[in-house]
């Protein structure tokens, strides 16, 4: 019988409570929560994208993002606006406030997402990312 320490559920759901409060903690100064992070990080990437398009590709369903948009907007991290070609199309733009913390807060993540993956030496850091992403699909 395998030891419950070895199921890989009990295991990625340890890791990802470890990663996740490392992310919370450091986000906390921002006002973000970790998902919310991860919502701006995409947008410094790919600003403009509508809300649709956002949750493809951050694997967040519409009622998840919906909720996480609104505290983003109520936050004065982003604005939601209907598109001109097509009004039920959301589209999302970042505000002053998220430009002016741009390069503090893409330090910040770089910073922790190294410290989470400080115990492992580049080759492992790599081929983790890669198998974790290989188990996704």
């Known amino acids: 019988m395998i030891n419950y320490n070895d199921v890989i559920l009990f295991v990625l759901s340890k890791a990802n409570q470890r990663a996740y409060a490392m992310f919370k903690s450091k986000l906390q100064p921002f006002g973000l929560t970790p998902i919310q992070a991860?919502?701006?990080h995409a947008l410094y990437g790919e600003e403009g994208l509508s809300a649709g398009e956002l949750g493809k590709r951050l694997v967040l369903d519409s009622a998840t993002l919906s909720g996480v948009l609104d505290r983003m907007?109520?936050?004065g991290w982003i604005v939601k606006s209907a598109a001109k070609e097509d009004r039920r199309v959301l589209n999302i733009q970042l505000t002053e406030k998220s430009h002016s913390f741009r390069d503090n807060f893409l330090k910040e993540i770089m910073n922790v997402n190294h410290e989470?993956?400080?115990?492992?030496n580049t080759e492992e850091r790599l081929l983790l990312i890669r198998m974790l992403k290989d188990l996704r699909k």
Do not use: Q, T
Request: charged share 10%; net charge negative.
């Open 38 to 40: 991860l919502v701006l």
């Open 116 to 120: 989470v993956l400080s115990i492992f």
């Open 73 to 75: 907007a109520d936050g």
